[in-house]
């Protein structure tokens, strides 16, 4: 009897050994790293003329910022719905699912990133459907981060320029 107990409580030890080194360990991604999907979950619209700004909008998850001055894919975002994927040196929007349940994104755009200064995180830059797009980051943090547009003007030189300020929230490696 006394050998059985003693096999058991090897058993149990060896069992319980194997879970605990099995086990896998969440590591938060550092702030450095921008890799990873994200959800677009608050937009702030400005539109700023001689360094004034006369409109200034906010758009929670559930709404929809629309710009008809902008082209696809960025026209259009639902907030708390649009997700942006960023991997090395590519940009991709607009996921449509397959009918295995994966992303297939079907704008895809390779971006630039200055490197980051002491008082700011750096810039990304992309080509846009022909046209170039500035994001400075505002802000990083291991789970989100903050994206400020360098601004459009819809009339050229003249009239207000509008610049948004997206904050987007890690859902996904």
Known sequence: ?????????????????????????????????????????????????????SEDSTYQPGTVYVNPDEIYPMDTIKLGYTNWRFDYNVISMAPVLDGFGRKIWTKEYYIDMTSSSGWEDGYIEFMCEGTKRIF??????????????????????????????????????
């Open 1 to 53: 009897m006394g050998g059985l107990i003693d096999m058991l409580s090897k058993i149990i030890v060896l069992i319980s050994l194997l879970l605990f080194v099995s086990c896998e360990k969440y590591t938060q991604p550092s702030a450095e790293n921008l890799q990873g999907e994200y959800v677009i979950d608050l937009i702030t619209f400005q539109k700023i003329d001689n360094n004034v700004t």
């Open 136 to 173: 400075r980051l505002v802000d990083r943090q291991p789970e989100s981060m903050t994206l400020r547009s360098s601004g459009q003007w819809p009339f050229g030189n003249l009239g207000s320029k509008n610049e948004i300020t997206l904050q987007l929230s890690r859902v996904g490696p």
